[in-house]
């Protein structure tokens, strides 16, 4: 887990990254968890559609009953997602290639509303993971 112990060290800041290790999601949940962060997980492999997608960011995230689920939604409830008490938020997206597949431009569209996030300058440091097989993201840089 080299690339995301030094994300979560410090070393390497957070972003928007694919990551190609094969750990299990327990295990994953686990070194974040003991770092001090917040973990999400969004199993994308049956999430297709941009409803479906926007629904199980929404789930993954525990944002609220009023979330709208659109792209506009996904904006304002990310600005609330905070470190709180956590160094920050690692958001695991397994199985992203259906949907960047199947909705090429919503896809495009989900990862500038994550990459506003990521880079926003209130809320605690915030790290979206792709990981699996998909289409090349433009700009999204390997994290190992």
């Not at 112990?5 to 990551?19: D, I, T």
């Amino acid at each position: 887990m080299s690339g995301l112990a030094a994300l979560l060290a410090g070393r390497v800041s957070p972003g928007l990254y694919r990551w190609r290790a094969h750990f299990d999601v327990a295990d994953v949940r686990r070194t974040v968890e003991h770092a001090g962060w917040r973990f999400a997980h969004l199993d994308g492999w049956t999430t297709e559609t941009k409803a479906e997608v926007l629904e199980a960011i929404g789930a993954a995230l525990q944002f609220p009953e009023h979330y709208g689920r659109n792209f506009d939604a996904l904006a304002d409830c990310l600005t609330d997602v905070a470190a709180d008490d956590s160094e920050g938020t690692v958001l695991l997206w397994d199985g992203w290639g259906p949907f960047a597949r199947a909705e090429e431009r919503a896809f495009s569209v989900a990862l500038t509303v994550l990459g506003t996030r990521v880079n926003a300058e209130r809320g605690g440091a915030f790290a979206v993971l792709l990981r699996g097989d998909g289409p090349e993201p433009i700009g999204v840089p390997e994290l190992d």
